[in-house]
């Protein structure tokens, strides 16, 4: 299993952003649904290792985030998008996924290759020379996966990664999520259901910082049998059934 | 986006790159995309109206010219290298990269200290360009003697502190107005120091008036380095320090590195502390400023020259570097000279000696006949050669001490040596009345008295006539046997 975890919360002050939350996950597509507040960006950001849980139990690429070496270890075979994505305005995208390439502790001598892989994969081969600035809110999306992805990561860790993708391009980004699935595990953090039913193998559903649902996406679907649940989408019924019979 | 992986897109062939370290490929990214290269036509212009002309207004000494650039070094590239610096170690923060940049394998120390690099590696690069312009002009105008390094690698030190302060600030308070705050923080700093220059601690200052050098140092007497040492120890140990902090924070990376990131600091604020308390025992001495714990004796050993001499009968003699002011002084004191050639007691020579402190460089030193033969030692330094009113300036300090070594003026004389020597000075072109006004000790007879009467007399014969009185009576008039009246 590439993540393990167990019973993790995080606080921040008095509010529990993550309230127990176990879960298991190999090479796959994982998506993690939930409505706004749930807890995902702040589960996300764990398994990322921006930040360190408040209590329980981490195991990344099998190894313990808690200590320097092993974290480091596993930053090199992790690739994060995180919500609000950061750049460098006067940086290329090329230089932008190299620098990021680099600092993977990439071997220099495979940065240029997997740059330009990691630019054409993500549709921004002939932007690769484009300034940052210059670029859409939907091209620095692109981007920002080109960096995730350069490093051929074990872990995948994408938060909202279809946010200001038009459909086209949110098709070819589902097909490249299960390609990178057949290796990797690959944890999608979205709010738009289509995009799990149409490339996850596993889903999580959460709300208020606790794991309500677990399992495939059918069997989601088949959570809104005999419901009235709202939704223009069976996932979607399944999605807000669940979240229903929580709340009620 | 395309979920199979493609082959590299094809590129036009380039020629084959040196294969560079990750360090190596992480500055090259960092050199192309750094703020500095943006300001740098700003800041060297700002250099070449202000440093550039202002040093090359002197005469082209290396003593004088050199010691302006620590100054403007600090002024110039290190204010403004702090402001960029400060921009850049900040643009983690106002980027909000700081989650992407969390989870590198590379320790963020490392990674600042490479964006560093590159921000000060282009301002360096720059104050070195200029140095390397402002040494190039003044060797093309002859200066003598070797240029000294010293005062630029203080310059070069203070371009990284204020570099390396800046950035640390950035990085610490991550905002827009961090690299202005930065700017001016540094800018206050540096003349809070000079402000407060009256103790030897405020020597320490690159911006202090009273640096390590005297306009003369490197031609009399070798460049003492000791201030300059300090200087750069000073200026090291901040830029360490600030640089060590950056890797302090728990997010800088492991332990070990953290601790290594601590001790660097540590050392460098100790580095700069002793050199704080180095400067407290810092004592002035005629050709520099000494400090015991950084003084090298050998330093203070005379530099061993030949000087250019001229070709009257009384020659005068001055150092290879100031050559070009030989015509200038022969021709002032050479009417004098000739009154008193071949005098008993007339100096043979007249030499240049160096001064002996900077108060006697501004105002012109005293010169002195002594030794066997006699030589006029006299103290001369380009503030007195440069100025418009050299040959006055020359002849009130030079004339009386030349006349009263022949006659036996001073204190004790009596009045046919007065006037004997005032009759000497008014022959020579001598204007009494000015020289006291130029700073001169010597008293002349006062208008309408016996002795002026006979100064106006003596001074109104001819040169030959009073030289060869002189020679027949100079040994009656010095023993003070000759009588106002006696006097032709």
Redesign the interface.
Known sequence: MNVEIVDLTRRFGRTEAVAGVSLQAGPGVFGLLGPNGAGKTSLLRMLATVIQPSSGTLRLLGRDPGSYGPRREIRRRLGYLPQNLGYYPGFTVAEFVEYFALLKDMPPSRVPAAVATAVERTGLGDKARAKLRTLSGGMLRRAGIAQAIVNEPDLLLLDEPTAGLDPEQRVAFRALLRDLGERATVIVSTHLVEDVGAACTQVALMDAGKVVFYGTPAELTARADGTDAAGDAPLERGYSAVLAAVRS | ??????A??ARRPRARRV????P???LR?EL??TIMPWILPLIVALFWLDGYHYAMSFPPFWGLRSPVLPDRAMVDFALFGAGASAWMGS??GR????????????PRWG?QLVTWTATTGWAMAAYLGCVAVLYWSTARQGAWGGPPLWPVAVGAAGVAAGCALGFAAGAFFPSRFTAPLATLAVFILATAVKGGSGSTYGLISPVAPQGSFRPDSGLFFHYLPDLSIDQVLLLAGLAVAALGALGVPAAS???WLRRSAAAVAAAGLVAAGTAIGLAGTARLEPYGVVIPALHDAASARPIPYTPVCGHAAIPVCLHPAYRAYLPAVTAALGPLLSEVTGLPGAPVRVVQVAYLNPTEFATGGAPTVAGRPALLRLPLGFAVLAQQTQTEFLLSRAAPVIVSSVIGGGPGAGPAQQAAEAGLLRAAGVQLAQLASMGSVYQPPAPGSPVYAAATRFAALPAAARHAWLLAHLAALRAGHITLEQLP
Not at chain 2, 1 to 6: K, Q
Not at chain 2, 95 to 106: E, F, K, P, W, Y
Request: glycine content about 8%; hydrophobic content about 45%.
């Open positions: 986006m395309t979920a199979a992986v493609p590299a897109p294969p560079l370290a990750l190596g490929r992480l990214l192309r995309r643009r983690d980027s909000r990269t700081t989650d992407l940049l969390a989870i590198t394998a590379v990674r990376g492991g332990r």
